[in-house]
C-alpha cells in the first residue's frame, strides 16, 4: 500500500547503522536501504549503541535530494538525512545514493520515507540536530490548509525542541506570501531568534541553488526568499 510506511515507535528503535553502515564498520555495498527493491524495516529492540546522537542536518521534504547531495560532499563529516513523504521519489534518493557508495562516496547521507509532520520525534532526540532545512515547501495558499503548512507553530516548537542549542533553522521559497508566513512564525516563537548576517552562512548559500526545486525557480528567473533562525 502506497499509503503505509514503516516507522519506529522511538528513537532508540532507530538502527542506524543501516543508514550510515560505513560509520559502523558495516559493508556499505551490502546494505542497500529504502529502495522499493530493499525497503526498511523496524523492530522493536533498543539499539544500545546509538545511545548519542548521529544525525547532524535533516532536510524535511528533500524530494529528489539535490540539498542532501551538495550537504554530504560539503560536509563530509557531517551527517545528513533526508526525510520525503513520496515513495518512488524516497526510491530515487536511494538508488542514487547506492550507486555513489558504489564510487566510494555518499557514506554520510541517507534517506527515508516519511511523514514529517507526525513522526519526527520518533527519529531524532532532545538537543540532537545541528542544522534542519525546509526547502521550497509545498505553499497551501488556502486558509483552510495553512495547518498542513510544514512550518507552523506548534511544529516550530517540534522543531526547536529537536535542534541542539544554536543549531539553526533555514527555510527558503519562491513564493513571498509563505515566506512572509515563515517570518511571521519564526519572528514570534521564543525559541528562534532571526539571523541577520545570512551571507557568513555556508549552507545559506548551499540551499539557494543546490535543490531541484530551487534550480527550477532559477530557470525561469523567479525570486527566492531565505529566513534563517537560530535556536535561543
Ligand atoms: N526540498 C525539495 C526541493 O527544494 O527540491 C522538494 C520541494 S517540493 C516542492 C516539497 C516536497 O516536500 C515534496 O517532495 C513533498 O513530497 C514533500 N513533503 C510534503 N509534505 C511532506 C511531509 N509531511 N513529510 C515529508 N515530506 C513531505
Known sequence: NETLFP?????????????YPKKFGKDPLKLYLNT???PIA??????PEYSESIVDFLDIGCGFGGLCFALSENYPDKYTFGME???????????????????????NVSVIRT???????????KNSLEKIFICFPD??????????RIVNPGL??????LLKPSGRIYCITDVEELHNWHVQHLEKHKMFKRVQDVEQDSAAKLIWNSTEEGQKVERNKGSKFIIVCEKV
Not at 513523504?85 to 557514506?107: P, S, T
Open 42 to 47: 523496524y523492530d522493536d529492540q533498543v539499539k
Open 156 to 161: 516550530l516548537s517540534e522543531y526547536a525542541y
Open 7 to 19: 516507522y519506529p515507535l522511538n528513537y532508540n528503535q532507530v538502527d542506524w547503522s543501516l543508514h
Open 85 to 107: 513523504i513520496r515513495g518512488k521519489v524516497v526510491n530515487f534518493v536511494g538508488e542514487k545514493i547506492r550507486a555513489l557508495r558504489d564510487e566510494g562516496q555518499a557514506h
Open 139 to 148: 505553499p497551501h495558499f488556502k486558509k483552510k490548509n495553512f495547518r498542513r
Open 115 to 125: 511523514n514529517t509532520m507526525r513522526h519526527l520525534p520518533q527519529y531524532f532526540r
Open 36 to 38: 522499493l527493491e530493499y
